[in-house]
């Protein structure tokens, strides 16, 4: 569902999330607490539970039907390690230092990362995860090798990201860092959303669905006193003494918005989400003065291993040349697929390693020959470009280096063997996915930053909401938007609850 804003000849809604309420305006306070949590999420969850853990009063409000938001949608994989490893990685023989870890998020961030979080994720994120297991999440505490987007089985632990690969690979010891909620088969987000909500209601978090936040309200100081939500129809004036938390999600599914911030994920045809994405949150907050950052930056995936035999194929662009190391995180490789000249690319493979995406198995094969020149041909590029591109990779191979773009020697292997094909990754043939991960600007405590960097009084925000740990395209690995959110849904909790 889109909230496009009304062409300006309509009438405007009376409360809009881009319009805060004056206090003075509040005809009543129909239902008052310390903390209003917006969203019943990743991070509106594990809010609620520390905000109640912390003694304060809680009121959540959802607007969907039922609890759980996109992270009940989701892998259920959770980006954690340092302090030596989490009890999963030590058990399966991986030391994961803290200061790895720190040092591949602040690669990961990009030339935006916040040291201050990282070092705070990085410190506790061990921690974190045995939080999550005393809230009762289900850690089947198994390791799963090989390359995967989550696992299909109820294994724990597996590689999540670009950790092996170049250039993350030289600078930051590699680990497995995903841990994924017990469950057979995609979809480990039920489970761990299951339990994250249960305990939040078990603590006393008084729950509102089919809810919807409409508008912020401040006083005269621009203090957020409290909010405006829809329940089951009736407007709700809801005062919040300590605080309003806006864990409402990201933007994807607001089609306006990510036109205007986020062009680039336009050529991503699916979103990952599960269907309130809808930016309300992030308006609330800038409709305050909240400061917004990195609202270009997305997570995209295409539709790559599985089967991991893809990855040993190469990726040439309409120039006939290669332009990554194909072992990279599938999110990587997919930010450099979609910006290629023309929206071009294409996936060489040969017979041994020949295989369809599990997530698209009818991809386009655009090119099918017994020779790299019939393949060349048929792609209509530059005569002897890919030909050329294709020698020189083999060569290199042979040799088990690859010193133009240093992909990892286990996955280096001639394409030698006929016949050979080109998988289509042009824009339009391949459906990749995306979510946002711009946000507003906060502190890892929450605390939503104006655009002078000062704490606005009263509002928190985290997940997608926010700008937090995941806050570059090309640095995600998967697990960090459910590590981000409720990790820092309890700092932010906290705070809430302290003030
Ligand atoms: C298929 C799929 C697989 C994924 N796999 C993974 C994975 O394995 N690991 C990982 O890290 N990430 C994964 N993600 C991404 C991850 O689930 C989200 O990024 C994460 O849930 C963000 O947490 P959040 O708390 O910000 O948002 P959510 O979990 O979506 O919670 C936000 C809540 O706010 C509610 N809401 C929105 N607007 C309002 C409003 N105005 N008033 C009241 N309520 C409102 C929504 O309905 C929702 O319940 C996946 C997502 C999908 C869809």
């Known amino acids: 569902m889109s909230t496009t804003l009304s062409p300006a000849t309509d009438t405007p809604p009376r409360h809009s999330p881009a319009r805060p309420c004056r206090v003075e305006d509040v005809p009543q306070w129909d239902i008052e607490t310390d903390v209003a949590v ?8 594990c809010a609620a539970i520390e905000a109640r853990t912390a003694g304060a009063d809680v009121h959540v409000f959802e607007v969907a039907a039922a609890p759980g938001g996109s992270a009940s949608w989701s892998g259920g994989e959770v980006y954690v390690g340092g302090s030596g490893g989490t009890r999963v990685q030590r058990e399966h023989g991986f030391e994961d230092s803290t200061e790895d870890l720190y040092t591949y998020l602040m690669m990961a961030g990009g030339p935006g990362a916040d040291a201050e979080r990282v070092r705070v994720y990085a410190e506790n994120a061990a921690t974190h995860f045995d939080w999550l297991e005393a809230q009762g999440v289900p850690f089947k505490g198994t390791y799963l090798p090989g390359k995967w987007i989550e696992p299909t089985t109820d294994d724990t632990l597996l590689w999540s990201g670009s950790e092996a690969a170049w250039p993350f690979s030289t600078r930051a010891k590699p680990a497995p860092r995903g841990h994924t909620a017990q469950f057979k088969g995609w979809g480990g987000g039920k489970v761990l959303m299951e339990k994250l909500c ?3 209601e078990a603590l006393g978090a008084v729950v509102h669905c089919n809810a919807r936040a409409l508008s912020l309200i401040v006083d005269k100081t621009n203090r957020v006193v ?45 979103v990952v989400s599960g269907g309130n994405d809808d930016g309300s949150g992030i308006r609330m907050g800038m409709s305050v003065g909240g400061a917004t950052i990195h609202m270009d930056q997305f997570f995209a995936t295409i539709p790559f291993f599985p089967p991991e035999s893809l990855v040993k194929g190469i990726f040439v662009n309409a120039r006939g040349e290669r332009f990554i190391n194909e072992d990279a995180y599938h999110g990587r490789v997919g930010h450099y697929v979609l910006r290629q000249p023309e929206g071009k690319a294409w996936l060489l493979v040969d017979n041994e390693i020949f295989g369809r995406p599990v997530i698209q198995p009818d991809i386009e094969v655009a090119a099918v020959g017994e020779s790299w020149s019939e393949i060349e041909r048929e792609l209509g590029l530059p005569a002897d470009s890919l030909v050329h591109t294709v020698t020189t990779f083999n060569r290199h191979a042979t040799e088990g280096r690859d010193p133009l773009f240093h992909k990892a020697t286990n996955w280096l292997r001639p394409l030698t063997e006929a016949p050979f094909a080109a998988l289509s990754y042009c824009i339009g043939d391949l459906k990749a996915h995306a979510f946002t991960m711009g946000g507003l600007h906060t502190l890892p405590s929450g605390e939503v930053l104006d655009a002078d960097g000062q704490p606005i009084a009263g509002l928190y925000a985290a997940g ?16 960090m938007s459910l590590g981000d959110s409720t990790f820092f849904g309890r700092q932010a909790g906290l705070a809430a609850a302290r003030r």
């Open 226 to 270: 409290g909010v405006i939500v829809r329940i089951d129809g009736a407007e709700r004036f809801v005062r919040a003494r300590k605080g309003v938390l806006l864990c409402a999600g990201g933007f994807i599914v607001n089609r306006d918005m990510v036109a205007r911030f986020a062009p680039g994920a336009l050529a991503c045809s699916e």
């Open 198 to 200: 249960a305990r939040a």
């Open 464 to 479: 997608r909401s926010a700008c937090g740990l995941p806050r570059w395209g090309e640095g995600y690995s998967s697990g």
């Open 38 to 45: 917006i969203g019943f999420g990743a991070a509106g969850s």
